[in-house]
């Protein structure tokens, strides 16, 4: 008598690395750790910009084209209802990324003549403000590092 088991697995969150947390890209963005619904909940909220997979499809990421990353964040959070794992790569609310839109389609049918493409990527990057809160954890470690070695 032999028995066949079958099981599905969920994406395996022990091969996600710290880089997940590193948006792929400098414009103005959110993402999210996949997890639940947290892939449909993209779709739904990336207005202009189709979402795409990153660090070996642990995260994934939108601009935010056609809205502002405030809007973005609370449609995705509202959405996949995953508040914990929504980032973005700026705290500027108001925030719109520069780059073209590109939401995809999918056509069929037959193409002929000759298919020309341009790019235009913005190169720049945009000044970062400075996390208040990034700047205090690093000033609490370095004191309490500096009062341990003085006790």
Do not use: E
Request: glycine share 8%; hydrophobic share 30%; aromatic share 6%.
């Amino acid at each position: 008598m032999s028995t066949t088991t079958t099981s599905v697995s969920a994406t395996n969150t022990a091969s996600c690395g710290g880089s997940v947390w590193q948006i792929p890209t400098t414009d103005y963005a959110c993402a999210a750790i996949i997890s639940g619904n947290m892939t449909d909940a993209m779709d739904q909220c990336c207005k202009d910009a189709s979402p795409k997979k990153y660090d070996n499809d642990c995260g994934i990421y939108c601009l935010a084209q056609g809205q502002d990353i405030g809007s973005l964040q609370s449609c995705i959070s509202s959405k996949s209802g995953n508040y914990h794992d929504v980032f973005c790569n700026t705290s500027r609310q108001n925030a719109t990324a520069t780059a073209a839109a590109t939401k995809t389609s999918t056509s069929t049918g037959t193409q002929t003549g000759t298919l020309t493409s341009t790019s235009t990527h913005n190169a720049a990057v945009a000044k970062q403000p400075v996390s208040m809160s990034g700047l205090g954890l690093v000033a609490l470690i370095f004191g309490s590092t500096f009062m341990a070695a003085f006790s």
